[in-house]
């Protein structure tokens, strides 16, 4: 039960640190900035750091620990793979808008697009973003697709998802200090005026919120059981009764753990377990 409660309060934490990041930047641009509009301005740029940090950063989040949900382990793999598939299509469509803002934004102004590290960075990070969902569409949504070819390239598909998730985070604190820099001139960034430190703190809390994604997304212990895992456990926990209202939360991160990887042993789960 203990296990339980770390994993409720991690999840709470980086739920609420997550809300907390999307407050700060709406509030920077609705208050510090001149707000949000779609004219070629520097409101439709304004909407660039907001759908990063909604979409590509929150959402991906989302998208990451909802395998590691107990009361979604009911629900089939199959569901589970549309659902995680839908919230990364949805949170790459939230980063090409932020980038046609961008690119909007600087032909109506005149200013030349690609030049700095962090459009580099940005534009890889979301081309990489987008062959991640177009593999794992094809690897594991794909009913033909053979299970050798899904249990070899399971843990590259995990390790890029969480890679790629490590560096959307870098590439925005990139992007909020150089907005900074190239923003804050009376009083400048290095003289720390209150939008300075506004924004630094968003740093903080998407590094924060990073930190407890990563830290749900690789703690073994909380990982989707198997098929062959549940199964047993609704067996051993009371017939039909348990199968139809699902195994206790308590069982499966508590008092169960034992048996459990007793059965993990005996029946050698497949590693699709993302």
């Known amino acids: 039960m203990e296990n339980l409660k770390l994993f409720l309060l991690a999840l709470s934490a980086a739920g609420a640190v997550g809300f907390v990041a999307i407050i700060f930047v709406l509030r920077w641009v609705l208050h510090f900035k001149e707000g949000l509009a779609w004219d070629g301005g520097a409101a439709e740029f304004n909407w660039h750091p907001v759908l990063v940090v909604t979409g590509f950063v929150f959402l991906q989040g989302i998208a990451i620990t909802v395998y590691r949900l107990p009361w979604t382990w009911q629900c089939s793999k199959l569901m589970m793979k549309f659902i995680h598939a839908s919230l990364h299509l949805i949170a790459f469509t939230f980063a090409v808008i932020s980038l046609m803002a961008v690119f909007d934004f600087h032909y109506y102004s005149s200013i030349p697009d690609m030049y700095s590290l962090h459009s580099w960075l940005g534009l890889?990070?979301?081309?990489?973003?987008?062959?991640?969902?177009?593999?794992?569409?094809?690897?594991?949504?794909?009913?033909?697709?053979?299970?050798?070819?899904?249990?070899?390239?399971?843990?590259?598909?995990?390790?890029?998802?969480?890679?790629?998730?490590?560096?959307?985070?870098?590439?925005?604190?990139?992007?909020?200090?150089?907005?900074?820099?190239?923003?804050?001139?009376?009083?400048?960034?290095?003289?720390?005026?209150?939008?300075?430190?506004?924004?630094?703190?968003?740093?903080?809390?998407?590094?924060?919120?990073?930190?407890?994604?990563?830290?749900?997304?690789?703690?073994?212990?909380?990982?989707?059981?198997?098929?062959?895992?549940?199964?047993?456990?609704?067996?051993?926990?009371?017939?039909?009764?348990?199968?139809?209202?699902?195994?206790?939360?308590?069982?499966?991160?508590?008092?169960?753990?034992?048996?459990?990887?007793?059965?993990?042993?005996?029946?050698?789960?497949?590693?699709?377990?993302?």
């Open 124 to 274: 890889t990070v979301v081309i990489m973003y987008a062959l991640q969902i177009v593999l794992g569409v094809g690897l594991y949504l794909i009913p033909v697709t053979p299970l050798s070819w899904r249990a070899a390239c399971m843990p590259i598909h995990v390790y890029s998802g969480l890679f790629l998730f490590t560096s959307v985070i870098a590439v925005a604190l990139m992007g909020i200090t150089e907005k900074l820099i190239f923003g804050l001139s009376n009083p400048k960034y290095k003289d720390s005026p209150p939008e300075a430190i506004f924004v630094n703190v968003l740093g903080l809390l998407l590094v924060v919120f990073g930190a407890l994604v990563l830290w749900i997304a690789t703690r073994e212990s909380w990982k989707r059981p198997s098929d062959q895992i549940m199964h047993s456990l609704h067996t051993n926990s009371g017939g039909e009764d348990s199968a139809r209202d699902g195994p206790a939360l308590s069982e499966l991160s508590g008092g169960a753990e034992a048996e459990t990887d007793d059965v993990r042993r005996r029946n050698k789960p497949d590693n699709q377990n993302y």
